[in-house]
C-alpha cells in the first residue's frame, strides 16, 4: 500500500507546493495528472523518495520511506520501487542483460537469470540479451527500462510522462504492458502524465 | 554483477581515456623496481666478493681501480709491483698479516681472466674443487664454474693465453706454451666462478720472452704490459728445456728481486691498531699504495648514489603525475556517468556503494599500472643482465624478487586510493533527483 500524508515541498522558501493526501491499495492502477510546473514529478520523486519532503510522510509497506537514512533508502526502493523515467537511463558500459542483473545486486538480491530471461521475453526483447544500451532503439529501451521496473517484484510501480514520446498505437501497447506488469507482481501502478489520452484508461485519478 | 566487475567493466568501456594514467603508472613503479634491483644485485655481488680481504696493496694509482681490478676484476690494473716490495708481506711470520696471496694479472682466454697466484686464493672464496685437480705445476691451470660452463672448457683442453683483457687474436701468446686444464671448481657464486687460476711463474714464463725482445725499456719500465702491446717473436727461449716449464715452481719468498706480481691481497690478523695503520705506512713510505675494499666500494655506492637519487627523484615525480592523471580521469568521467551513477542509486546502490565503485576504479587502475610496472623492470633487468655478463661477467638476473617490491605496491594502492577519493566523494554526494530531472 502506498500512503501520503500533509505532503509540503518547497524548492525557494516562499513557493511551497502541497499535494493531496493519497491513499493507494496493491494492485491498484492510477493516474497522475496535472499540468506542467504542477510539481506532479516532484510528487513522483517524493513518493520514490528521491526527495525528502519538507513536511508530511510518505508510506510504502509499512514503511515511512522519508525517515530512512539515504542508504538504507536506496536499498529499500531497489527492493520495493519501480521507476520508469521519462528517458531511459543505463549504465553504459554493460549490456541489457548485466543492467538487469545489476538491478538485482544493488537491490541486495540474488541475480536470477531465468527471471531476466522471462521478462525481457514478455517484453518481447529477449533478442538484445547481449545488446549495449546505445545499441537499442527508444523503443526498445523504453521495454527494456519497464522490465528494469519490475524485475525486483515491487510493491509500487512508477512511470514518468512513459508515452509522451509515444504515437496512439505504442502509447496503447505501452500502457497495457505496463497495466499487465503490474498485475502480475500484484504492484501498485502510478503514471504521472499530462497526456489526456490515457485519461479513459484509468478509473482512479489524481489531478494536481 | 558486483562492484568489481562493474568498476572493472567502467575502465574497460573506455580504455584510451585511462591509458596515460596506466602508462605513467607502470613506468614510475618499473624505473623504481628496476633501480632497487639494480641497486640490489650490484651491493650482493660487491659484498658476496669482499671475501674478507682487509687490504689491497698494488701499484700506485687510483685506489677504486685497484680494487675493481684486484677484488672484482673488472677493471685493468693500477701497474705491478715488484716481489722484493711485496716480500716483507708474504713472511708467514708477519706479526699481524694472517695471509697475502699475489695476484698476477693481465691475460685472458676469450674473455675470462687468467690469475697468477697461490692456492690459498681457494681459501678466500671458500672454493671446492668439483672435478680433476688443483693446479700445481706451472702451465696448470684450474677454472671456475662460469669459465667452464660459458667456454665449454673441460679437463684436458689446452690453450694460449691472450694479453690484454679484450679478446683479440693477434694478442695471443703463440709463442709461449700453452696453458692445461686440470681442473674445475665447484661454483661458490663469487667471482672465483668467472677466474682461471694458475701459477706465478707461469705468468712470468709467458711473459720472459718479451721482456727479453723488448730489452732494457722494458725492464726500467715499471708497470704492467698495456693491452695492444706487441710482440712478434719469441724464438729466443725454444731452447728453455720442457721440465723447467712444467715444474713445480719455487715458492715467491725464494724468487728473484726483481720478478713482478700485481697486487696482494691481504687479510689481518686482527683489526688491531699497528694493522690498521699499515695501509697509511704503505702509502706514505713505498711506492706502493694501499687500499681498503670496503671503504672503496662505498665510495663507488656514493658515487652511484647521486644518480641514483636523480633517477629515483624522476620516478617520484612519474608516480605522482600519474596519480593526478588518475585523479583528472575519474573525475572528468564523472560528468560523463552522472545519470548512470543516480540511476544506481534509484536501483539502491547507496552512497556508499557509489564512493567504493569509484575507488576501486582508481585501486584497479594502480594495480595494472603496478604489474605493468613491476613485470617491465624484470624484463629490462633481464635485459640488463645480459649486457652486464657479456662485459662484466658477472650475473644478475632479472627473476629475483624484492621484499620491498610488496611496499611498492602498498604504495601504489595508497596512490591509487588517494586519486580516487575526491571523485569517490564526489559521486557519493550525487543527488538523484536534482541529476535525474536535469536531463
Known sequence: ?208 | MNLLKLSWKNLTYKPLSMLLSIVLFALGVGLISLLLLLQNQLEQNFEKNLAGVDLVVGAKGSPLQLILCSMYHIDAPTGNISLKEARPFLNPNHPFIKQAIPLSLGDTQKGYRIVGTTQAILGLYNAKIGTGKIWEHNFEVTIGANVAKEIGMKIGDEFKSSHGFTEDENLKHEDAKAFKVVGILKPTGSVIDQLILTTTQSFWLVHEHEEEHEGEEAHAEKGHHEEGEHHEEGEHHEDEPEAELTAIPKPLLEESDSAEITSLLIQFKGRNFQALNMQRNINDNTDMQAATPAIEINRLYSLMDTGEQALRALAVVIIFVSGLSVFISLYNSLKERKYELALMRVMGAGPAGLFFLIILEGIILAIIGFTIGIALSHLGMQMLAGVMKDAYRYSFSGWQFLPQEWFLLIGALVIGFIAAVIPAIQASRTGISETLTQG
Not at chain 1, 543505463?90 to 542483460?97: A, D, T, W, Y
Open chain 1, 1 to 208: 500500500m502506498l500512503a501520503t500524508k500533509r505532503l509540503k515541498f518547497n524548492y525557494t522558501p516562499n513557493e511551497e507546493l502541497t499535494f493531496p493526501d493519497i491513499t493507494c491499495k496493491a494492485g491498484e492502477h492510477w493516474l497522475l495528472l496535472g499540468q506542467s510546473g504542477s510539481g506532479k514529478t516532484t510528487l513522483l520523486h517524493l513518493l520514490a523518495g528521491l526527495r525528502t519532503p519538507k513536511l508530511g510522510a510518505v508510506m510504502v509497506g509499512d514503511t515511512i520511506i522519508n525517515e530512512l537514512p539515504s542508504g538504507q533508502l536506496d536499498r529499500f526502493r531497489g527492493k520495493n520501487i519501480g521507476i520508469i523515467f521519462q528517458q531511459s537511463h543505463f549504465v553504459r558500459s554493460l549490456n541489457v542483460l548485466e543492467n538487469l542483473t545489476l538491478a538485482q545486486r544493488l537491490a541486495g538480491l540474488k541475480m536470477d537469470f531465468p527471471r531476466v530471461s522471462a521478462i525481457l521475453k514478455q517484453l518481447n526483447v529477449h533478442h538484445k540479451l547481449h545488446a549495449k544500451p546505445e545499441e537499442l532503439s527508444v523503443g526498445e529501451q523504453q521495454r527494456v527500462a519497464i522490465a528494469r521496473a519490475i524485475l525486483n517484484q515491487p510493491a509500487l510501480i512508477l512511470a514518468d510522462e512513459p508515452t509522451s514520446a509515444l504515437d496512439d498505437t505504442n502509447t496503447e501497447q505501452v500502457i497495457q504492458l505496463l497495466k499487465e506488469q503490474a498485475t502480475a507482481v500484484n504492484a501498485i501502478l502510478m503514471i504521472v502524465t499530462h497526456d489526456n489520452r490515457l485519461k479513459t484508461q484509468f478509473e482512479k485519478q489524481i489531478s494536481l
